[in-house]
């Protein structure tokens, strides 16, 4: 089973630009899905963006498209969420998860090895 590791998360200004990486350890990553989830304070963890096991395919929840970009380099098992125009709103803990459910899943219990973290915060 994979296990993940997240960073790259920060405080910025609204407006700038962050990229966050997951790192996998498990010799199975090119064979799976990935997604980014967030979660914000008092809040269940939401979808927001994924990509499907080659790279070829990615989709975003509505509230980051235009905004933020998934990518993956599938020789370093690692994941990534460029994000930019940053709003205040997507102030929240960002997690990667690996898609053991169909490619183009957007339900949470289809993913899981679920990373620790990483802490996005956006100022107004």
């Known amino acids: 089973q994979e296990q993940l590791l997240e960073s790259g998360g920060g405080l910025v200004q609204a407006g700038g630009s962050l990229r966050l990486s997951c790192a996998a350890s498990?010799?199975?990553?090119?064979?799976?899905?990935m997604g980014w989830f967030r979660q914000a304070p008092g809040t269940e963890r939401a979808f927001v963006a994924g990509?499907?096991?080659?790279?070829?395919?990615?989709y975003y929840a509505a509230s980051v498209k235009g905004r933020f970009t998934i990518s993956r380099d599938n020789a370093k098992n690692t994941v990534y969420l460029q994000m930019n125009v940053l709003k205040p709103e997507d102030t929240a803990v960002y997690y990667c998860?690996?898609?053991?459910?169909?490619?183009?899943?957007?339900?949470?219990?289809?993913?899981?090895?679920w990373g620790q973290g990483t802490q996005v915060t956006v100022s107004a």
């Open positions: 990509i499907t096991a080659s790279g070829a395919g990615t």
């Open positions: 998860g690996v898609n053991y459910g169909s490619s183009w899943s957007l339900r949470e219990k289809d993913f899981g090895s």
């Open positions: 498990g010799r199975t990553f090119s064979n799976y899905a």
